[in-house]
């Protein structure tokens, strides 16, 4: 992939912005003798060559205290990547991703000359979207709007931090 981006310093807080690109050609290999993959698509895809093409720009503001362990501020981040269409690939869809991140500290309490004890209230939230895309359905012969994605691309609860989404239902016309 290649990416780049700026960081912006005023009083107001960090304001990033980025952009990049991450074309990738993936293949699937493993023994279905001895394995079978969880994943639908995973399995429907076994020896396959797969080509994507991925789009992001990015933009947040930053008006935490510290980076790597705030004790104050928030952070607003959104992500818009665009995938396939124009760029063409199996997939065909744009994602946004919002975040959000609060930070309050709640005490802070001197116990030696070199170590406080410190509580921070952290709140963190996340809202991600999948839309349609205009892309070549290599089927129909024809551009078409649609989306286009693995389960994996999907928004989906992955069982750790993220709950998301549900299986897309299938509509007529």
């Keep these: ?22 074309p990738s050609l993936d293949m699937i290999d493993y023994d279905p003798t001895q394995y ?13 060559w797969k080509y994507n093409n991925r789009l992001w720009i990015s933009a947040s503001w930053d008006k935490r205290d510290y980076i790597y362990s705030p004790s104050k501020g928030f952070y607003f981040t959104e992500i818009l990547t665009y995938t396939g269409g124009l760029l063409l690939g199996q997939s065909n869809y744009i994602k946004s991703v919002s975040r959000a991140e609060f930070y309050q500290k709640l005490f802070d309490v001197p116990v030696t000359n070199a170590w406080n004890f410190k509580m921070v209230l952290a709140a963190r939230t996340a809202l991600s979207l999948i839309f349609p895309q205009f892309y070549y359905d290599k089927e129909e012969g024809r551009w078409v709007t649609g989306k286009v994605a ?3 691309e999907l928004l989906y609860t992955d069982g750790m931090m993220v709950a998301r989404g549900w299986y897309p239902r299938k509509t007529e016309g």
């Design 1 to 22: 992939s290649l990416s780049t981006g700026y960081t912006l310093h005023t009083r107001y807080g960090r304001f990033g912005f980025g952009t990049g690109i991450r």
């Design 36 to 48: 079978r993959a969880f994943n639908e698509d995973v399995r429907d895809g076994l020896g396959e």
């Design 150 to 152: 693995t389960t994996s």
